[in-house]
């Protein structure tokens, strides 16, 4: 009885180090290096055309920039749901107002340049979550989700009934962002089995074009990159503990000084500003948005995308992103029984995984500590 304890010391101190522990032991430059080589390798991808991961049924360079709209939502909600623990049932709403700041602002009542109305649509979308957030992050839980369900379809019924904001027709005619030229990317050609440079097929490096959607693409990486940048800077600050800190314990953190509310307020911001970068995004490349693009359904999948990938973990919701995102239209050929195996997996995942496919580290901690907490029970039980 007394073996047991030691054995188990025994098997923990032989455990072999986790992936994240070898990659973080690696010396800084190979670090560097392996982002670079992974970085050239995503800005790559849509013109390696590699079989298994290019998507017959569609344009692979289309799919792959909705799944960037997907990852920049997924960024955004993660600092509401992931960092300060808000349900949000509504961010779809947010995705809708940057989109049609932009097609009203360039398109059906003004022809301002694409450059201005990007920062004017961060802007609306941040300031409508500071009017929904001042007078709803007072409540909390289901609550809170039921009032945010209702912004978003509150948004979605006021473009259909607003003919300033073109009604059901929608917006159509949206410019395209400034295109420069720098310099042509050749695709792989596999339909003799082994890869040959196809001169006759190039992407452009952003040039924005109505038939080419791999410069959309490359866009959409540089500003996932920049949010990324801008996520880790808040998420190490004193916002982001404070974040946590409310996440964890509202009333701990009131009764430890810190002002729980306003930064709540200020995480809802945050996201609705992201949300609304990708709503900017996905209506420039376009070209046309109405308000059946911004149905609830959209609001479920961005939520899904941070409960699989890990909600409070930058990388797992990523990866949550890439799954919602990616796919339903890799499995287009299976049309009729795609969203129904996705579903499927779905709640396999909430199952078997419910903390996600990435867990962010404090989940995985406690799930340790859990673990050790049950054994040394046991122990002192045998004893």
Known sequence: MSTATPAAGSAATTRRPSFRNRVNSLPKGVKIALWVLFAIFLFLLPVLNIPLITTEGSDFGGVLFTVSTYVLVALGLNIVVGYAGLLDLGYVGFYAIGAYTVGVLSSQHANLSWIVVVPIAIAAAMVSG??????????????????????????????????????????????????????????????????????????????????????????????????????????????????????????????????????????????????????????????????????????????????????????????????????????????????????????????FRPQGLLPPRRTVRAKRADATEAVLEEGEANV
Do not use: H
Request: charged share 15%; with cysteine; glycine share 12%.
């Open 130 to 351: 500071i009017i929904l957030g001042a007078p709803t992050l007072r409540v909390r839980g289901d609550y809170l989700a039921i009032v945010t369900l209702g912004f978003g379809e509150i948004v979605r019924l006021c473009l259909v009934n607003s003919q300033w904001l073109g009604g059901a027709q929608g917006i159509s005619n949206i410019p395209k962002p400034p295109s420069v030229s720098l310099f042509e990317v050749p695709s792989l050609d596999w339909s003799g089995g082994v890869p040959v440079v196809d001169l006759g097929t190039t992407s452009t490096f952003l040039k924005f074009g109505i038939t080419d959607f791999v410069p959309y693409y490359w866009l959409g990486l540089i500003v996932i990159g920049l949010v990324l940048l801008f996520d880790i800077l808040v998420k190490n600050s004193r916002v982001g503990r404070a974040w946590e800190a409310t996440r964890e314990d509202e009333d701990a953190a009131e009764l430890m000084g810190v002002p729980t509310f306003r930064f709540k307020l200020l995480a809802f911001a945050l996201g609705a500003a992201i949300g609304g970068l990708s709503g900017a995004l996905f209506a420039t490349k376009a070209g046309f948005i109405s308000p059946d693009n911004f149905i609830l359904l959209l609001s479920i999948l961005f939520l899904a995308a941070v409960v699989v990938g890990g909600a409070g973990n930058r990388w797992g919701v990523i990866v949550g992103a890439i799954v919602v995102g990616y796919f339903p239209e890799r499995f287009r050929d299976f049309a009729d029984f795609r969203v129904l195996v996705f579903g499927l997996a779905l709640m396999l995942l909430a199952i």
